[in-house]
């Protein structure tokens, strides 16, 4: 069964620095990849996903995402954070022969002005 | 505007009294599933449909029912809440891209209390 892993539960950043949000996963074949933003009570938002072909995406908001397949990595980066950048981030993955998505524990996102 | 609806967005409730959270979405998706949210877990999959009166459990199906009369709706049915139940749920469908996978749709969310 397919899993991924967010190492980190809570990252503080400066706004204007780097970010970059690691997920790793575990899967037997080629995945497809999610990164999803969920700021403090709100839905779901769809940041980028990864299917096949580039393994650097581009998502909304400034947002990027490189496909490391030696490494079962898909982390999320961000060249200048936003004070509005502060949310929760999951990053998810989907077996492909069924619509499920699994999804890792997220990644808490402060940044400090 | 292509969109999965959930009601209510808020709900409180007591130990043991029936719920029900409908879900519906308006673009025909064949799949729909559900998810609860909990700190520290991210979202796991409860119960998922991949059409009209076919379902199956996800990985936290306990305490759930669900069905799928009509292709639009998918509602969580909850028989005998328990406050181990009290969760931020997330209905979702989807369909297959010319890509490869799927693209998914989520509803608003659904914040169940059960006291």
């Known amino acids: 069964a397919q899993s991924v892993t967010q190492p980190d539960i809570h990252i503080t950043v400066s706004e204007g620095a780097s970010l970059e949000l690691r997920c790793n996963y575990s899967?037997?074949?080629?995945?497809?990849l999610f990164w999803y933003v969920q700021s403090p009570g709100q839905g779901l938002q769809l940041l980028l996903k990864?299917?096949?072909?580039?393994?650097l995406v581009q998502g909304i908001k400034g947002f990027e995402a490189e496909f490391k397949r030696s490494q079962s990595s898909f982390n999320l980066r961000k060249p200048s954070v936003h004070w509005s950048d502060a949310a929760e981030y999951f990053c998810?993955?989907?077996?492909?022969?069924?619509?499920?998505?699994?999804f890792g524990t997220g990644t808490r996102l402060q940044v400090t002005l | 505007e292509a969109q999965v609806t959930q009601n209510p967005r808020y709900l409180i409730t007591v130990t043991g009294k029936k719920l029900t959270v409908t879900c519906s979405q308006n673009m025909n998706h064949e799949y729909m599933s559900w998810y609860r949210q909990d700190p520290g877990l991210g979202l796991r999959q409860i119960y998922y449909s991949m059409n009209v009166e076919v379902t199956d459990k996800g990985d936290v199906p306990e305490g759930y029912k669900v069905s799928r009369k009509e292709k639009r709706n998918f509602p969580l049915i909850l028989e005998s809440p328990s406050p181990n139940q009290t969760s931020l749920y997330f209905c979702?469908?989807?369909?297959?891209?010319?890509?490869?996978?799927?693209?998914?749709?989520f509803g608003s969310g659904t914040r169940l209390t059960v006291v």
């Open positions: 990864y299917f096949s072909g580039d393994t």
């Open positions: 998810a993955v989907e077996a492909g022969t069924a619509s499920k998505l699994t």
């Open positions: 979702a469908s989807s369909s297959p891209t010319t890509e490869g996978g799927y693209g998914y749709t």
């Open positions: 899967y037997g074949a080629t995945p497809y």
